[in-house]
């Protein structure tokens, strides 16, 4: 079975600039959570999706956005980048039930300059 | 509010020595899970182990085994005669029922010197 595919791996953004990372999960996965992780905060819930539909958020600014198509396939989106916003953003995916384990991708690496 | 502590930012070991990981978690609720999860220098977080708050039951795994204390509300992490290919960033993460998301604590790096 295929692991979790995220792309692209490495990014670099202008400030201002904004950017879309995608996410394809394991076949059958109908849960997909995104995450920030930074050396200063840590890895950071930002929000999760369930059969296209955004179910919970973590606490991040408007910019922060995403979406999930029929095929489970979730895309991130982050407008008017900030030198903050470098991190590597990772993307899991879970069966159908809450509070399993989640399975994660190898991330995307932004760096905002 | 729920809070995931792990105290120890970075350990070092040498080859074959035992290491023991600490988690310290917090919330309010009674039904809740706990994670362990290994973060090799590739990057991509692997799932170690799932423990629910009703099972105090320790586990062991090979070289791994979980230490799930509710009364001092801790779930620790051991490795046995440590080996290289340990050196990783762990995370311990819990997660409230029903709950579609999981707070980490911020890592212990485990380095493994030959």
């Known amino acids: 079975k295929a692991g979790v595919t995220q792309t692209p791996r490495y990014l670099i953004k202008t400030r201002g600039q904004q950017v879309t990372l995608s996410c394809s999960p394991i076949?059958?996965?109908?849960?997909v959570s995104w995450y920030q992780q930074t050396p200063g905060q840590g890895l950071q819930f930002l929000f999760e999706?369930?059969?296209?539909?955004?179910?919970n958020k973590g606490n991040f600014p408007g910019r922060f956005s995403g979406r999930q198509f029929s095929n489970s396939r979730s895309e991130m989106n982050v407008s008017t980048l900030e030198l903050g916003d470098s991190a590597l953003y990772l993307c899991?995916?879970?069966?159908?039930?809450?509070?399993?384990?989640?399975?994660f991708g190898q991330g995307t690496r932004l760096t905002v300059v | 509010a729920q809070k995931v502590t792990q105290a120890q930012t970075e350990i070092s070991v040498v080859e074959k020595e035992d290491v023991t990981l600490d988690c310290v978690y917090e919330t309010r609720d009674t039904t809740y899970y706990l994670f362990w999860y290994k973060q090799p220098p590739s990057g991509e977080l692997v799932f170690l182990i799932r423990r629910n708050s009703f099972d105090e039951q320790n586990e062991i795994s090979g070289r791994y085994s979980w230490n799930f204390q509710k009364s001092t509300s801790s779930f620790n992490f051991t490795i046995t005669a440590s080996q290289v290919v340990d050196s990783a960033v762990y995370f311990c993460a819990l997660s409230e029922a029903g709950a579609r998301k999981s707070t980490f604590g911020d890592g212990t790096t485990l380095t493994v010197k030959p």
């Open positions: 899991a995916s879970s069966p159908m039930t809450v509070n399993t384990e989640a399975f």
């Open positions: 076949s059958g996965h109908r849960s």
């Open positions: 999706y369930f059969s296209e539909t955004q179910r």
